[in-house]
């Protein structure tokens, strides 16, 4: 089977942009989370999506937000980028929640 | 509150002496806990899983309720187990991972 895929996997942005970053889940798999990997903060969880449907939200701010579709690939938008949202973004899908998570290559973003 | 620990960032060891990376957790119910690994230019993958108490690449790891820990050891480490090494843990009812901030792990020739 074929792993977890991100595109893009490089972004650059300004800041004051936004951005939308795409996962597409192992094939069969309905769950979908996002984690945010950064030096200072380490691996931090954005948010979660099975069967389309946001289950549980990390403690970032409303500029970030998440969808999922009907064939469980995922989307994640950041609006109004900050120098601070610089990150690898992490994409991790599952069989179903809970369960055993695997991830993607992540989308390395840097905002200039 | 959720928290992984890992007390140490860096870790050096040389190739066949035995290494343990420490985990600790806290979490008021019952958790499961899990290892990731990176390897250079790699996705991170995961290791192992406590409930399935198997052994992978060599490596074990047993979760220890008594004393909040989940540690991983290899009797003998290799070059090629030089890797970032994330110990997770998850809630009972989400799917969230809890990640601490990781141990980087060298092993010398």
């Known amino acids: 089977k074929a792993g977890v895929t991100q595109t893009p996997r490089y972004l650059i942005k300004t800041r004051g942009q936004q951005v939308t970053l795409s996962c597409s889940p192992i094939?069969?798999?309905?769950?979908v989370s996002w984690y945010q990997q950064t030096p200072g903060q380490g691996l931090q969880f954005l948010f979660e999506?099975?069967?389309?449907?946001?289950?549980n939200k990390g403690n970032f701010p409303g500029r970030f937000s998440g969808r999922q579709f009907s064939n469980s690939r995922s989307e994640m938008n950041v609006s109004t980028l900050e120098l601070g949202d610089s990150a690898l973004y992490l994409c991790?899908?599952?069989?179903?929640?809970?369960?055993?998570?695997?991830f993607g290559p992540g989308t390395r973003l840097t905002v200039l | 509150a959720q928290r992984v620990t890992q007390p140490e960032k860096l870790l050096s060891v040389f190739k066949g002496a035995p290494v343990e990376l420490k985990c600790n957790y806290s979490?008021?119910?019952?958790?499961?806990l899990f290892w990731y690994v990176q390897y250079s230019r790699q996705r991170l993958q995961l290791l192992l899983r406590?409930?399935s108490r198997e052994s992978i690449k060599g490596f074990t790891a047993d979760l220890n309720k008594g004393e909040t820990s989940f540690h991983l050891k290899k009797p003998f480490a290799q070059e090629e187990d030089s890797a970032m090494y994330y110990c997770?843990?998850?809630?009972?009812?989400?799917?969230?991972?809890?990640f601490g901030r990781g141990t980087q792990l060298t092993v010398w020739p």
């Open positions: 991790a899908s599952s069989l179903a929640s809970p369960d055993t998570q695997y």
């Open positions: 094939s069969g798999h309905r769950s």
């Open positions: 999506y099975f069967s389309e449907t946001q289950r």
């Open positions: 979490y008021s119910g019952s958790p499961e």
């Open positions: 406590h409930i």
């Open positions: 997770a843990l998850r809630g009972s009812t989400l799917g969230r991972l809890y």
